[in-house]
Structure formats: structure tokens, C-alpha cells
């Protein structure tokens, strides 16, 4: 199981980071030094719909000395295209770009299923994109199910009323998606060791760790250790 320490830029900030950690370059120093093997960078502002930061999203895949999950936002082709371009080693598809089938079959057939992840956001089961208040009209387990037979082998999935809150990550939810084939990343919540032993456990993919880690919950070597 894979640890993906979250780099959330909003406002040109890291999301929920205190003092020099909340700068996204530090961030990347920070735990790159400590020991990460990936990072898991979210341009929020452009997820939500309120701008973007991309001369700093672009800084940080330059500086990057291990592979980097990029998300936020990133439903069109030129979109995907432009992040591997600038570095990136898998790019997270939005759900409001993974509900067009078409569009996912494209992107697998030009970048390769390896290099793509589509990201499903959740509320109550529900498909609930980031960036708009709308459910649509397709659960999480419906859309996994449908973009893993278009090819794609991993999928982030957050449960969206945990995000943030540390109370623990929906694993029941990504063990369901995970029984559909595709690897599966949990996102949102987790806010100890034990959730990410519970994680280990359910047999996941990965984690996603983004606030724990900036209010000092644990370090990247103590969760490192715990997954091995």
C-alpha cells in the first residue's frame, strides 16, 4: 500500500498547512526529505472552479525528484495532456470528465491506462463532483464500475462529508469499488495510524494524507513504517 502525501494549493497555499508548509514548494522539499515515494497534488482553486495555480502547480512538477499525482479540476483532453507535458506521472480525470465515456476511452488510448486515474468524489454514495453543489445522477460504484471497463486501473475515491475532518476514511466505500478490479486510492479523512493500518488492511491501494500530516497526527516516516 502506497502513502500519497496531499499537496492541496488553494489561494497559492497548501490547504490546511501552518507556517513554511503551507508553502506548496516546501511541502514537496519537506517530504520528499522525509521519505515519500509519490505526492498527490490538487489545484483546488481550479477544482472548484475559482481560478487556478498554475505557475505553482508547474513549479512543483518541475521540482519534483518522485513521481506526482496531479488533480483538480482536469475533465478536457488539453487539460490531461498539459500536465504530462509539464512532468506529471499519473493524471487524476475529474468526475465530471470520467461520466463521458468516450472521453475516458480517448484518454486511455493516448496516454495509457498506467498513467491515468479517474477521481470519484462521493456523498452518500452519489457522484458529487467537486467545483459545483449538483449529485449526479450515478453512484460511485456505477461510475468505477463503468471507467474500469474502459481500461482505467486506478481510481482516488473520497467521501466528501470526511474530507478534512480526520474522523477516518470511508473504507467500506473504496473496499466496494476495489471488489470491481481497479486499484483503489482512499481520499478524506484519515487522521491516524490506525486508519492507515485499517486501510492496509481492507487491502487498498493507497492513502491519500493531507491534514494529519500538517497538524503533526504522524510524520511520513512513522506512516511509511506502518504500511511496509
Known sequence: MELYPAVDIA???VARAHGAMAQPLEALATFTREGARWIHLVDMDRAYGRGDNRALVTAVLRAARVPVQVGGGLFHESDVA?????????????????????????LVARHGAARLAVGID????????????????VTAHA??????????????????????????????????LAALGPDVIVSGGVGSLDDLRAARAAELAG?????????????????LACLS
Open 11 to 13: 489561494g497559492g497555499l
Open 82 to 106: 498539459e500536465m504530462f507535458t509539464l512532468g506529471a506521472a499519473r493524471v487524476v480525470i475529474g468526475a465530471r470528465g470520467a461520466v463521458d465515456g468516450a472521453l475516458v476511452a480517448r
Open 122 to 137: 462521493a456523498k452518500d454514495g452519489q457522484v458529487a463532483p467537486r467545483g459545483t453543489a449538483e449529485i449526479l445522477d
Open 143 to 176: 461510475l468505477a464500475g463503468r471507467v474500469a471497463g474502459l481500461g482505467i486501473r486506478t481510481i482516488v475515491y473520497n467521501e466528501v462529508g470526511r474530507d478534512g475532518k480526520l474522523s477516518g476514511p470511508d473504507l467500506s466505500g473504496a473496499r466496494r
Open 207 to 223: 492513502a491519500c494524507v493531507g491534514r494529519a500530516l500538517y497538524d503533526g497526527k504522524f510524520t511520513i516516516r512513522e506512516a
